[in-house]
């Protein structure tokens, strides 16, 4: 692989890092298609004007628009390097910590099949002996790491070179996905996300989390009229999710700073703005290579009856922007089939990211609205 990625000098800042050091034998050679292969599965490779990169030790594989992952397997270590196009402090706690479970479960398979087919009894031998993890960030153009329980236990750490690295982001590759409120000592988000603007994807999941009355209280402390607020129920009386996505919509934030300080001032002091950036990955268990091809055009045809009345956030979880979505919803004002479809239909043909099965069933799941298993029926029935 090219290693010109690491020459620029805002990749460390984006970057986390992790290594899996061997203790005594080499890396099977078969181990790199083995690692990527497994990650593949979930992930697809990410193609480069129709080239996929991937080369003899080392693959690129595209997480979502914004975020990517790199392996590179050497003699005794394998490099991960996972990097979001804004900032490190935006990446997924739970897509970190999936892709190190994936990772590490398909390395000791490997290892177990590796040293029994040299004769010795994988058994005796608690494999993940075999190598140590280590986490950490870059530096120096190379991963920069500590130990798990080093990163675990500390702060900051200050390497050879005499930078001090902080450990938040860098325990990202060990977040317990189980864990619904955050950490006693969680600061909240960091400083790089505060002044950014919050997707609407962002406002989705807000909104999910926010009660009706908490976000009444939360839009009108920011500005919005009560009678725009009751306009707002009236035409999505019966979605709450949706009424609630549009009145945060309705007011346009400037940066998660504004809602950070618009909740605290209204006394809302939970860790709502941290649960924003977790990422659903219980479909990870099932991911499979077939789910990374396209969708037929009958199946998208089949889901969009199998969908209930969720155009407006299926089209906000596929990533079509809010103006293409009220453009079909004003199109099919009365039939939320035809809303489905066509939120599909955009979706297939956008040139953004690739439209994997993978991607549709995550958005899907997402929603809550049914459809999930009619695809799993399909695509991994028999
Ligand atoms: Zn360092
Ligand atoms: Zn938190």
Redesign the pocket.
Known sequence: MPMSFLNDKSFSNKTISLVYRLQKSSIPSALSFKLIGAISGIWPIKELNDCPLLYHSSAVLCVDGQTELRIIVEDKRVIVYLTHKLSKHFISPNIAASIQECLTLTLEAVLTFYLSSIGKSYRIMNVSNLFQIEIGEICDRSPCVVSISKAVNASNWVCDKGIDHDTKCSRLWFFDKAQK???SN????DKTVLTKTPTDKHLARLAKQLSINKCKELVLYLGIEETEWEEIEYVHQKQPLIMKFMALKKKPFKSFNDLLKAQEDIKDGR?L???VFREDTDLVDIADVRLQDIPHDDVLNGLSKHLGNCAILLGIELGITITSIEETMTRHPRDMYLQNEDILKKWKSSKQVTPTIYRLMLAVERVYSGGLSYLTDIYLGQ
């Not at 969680?186 to 988000?189: F, I, R, S, V």
């Open positions: 409120e955050c950490q969680c600061t909240g988000l860790h703005l941290c649960k």
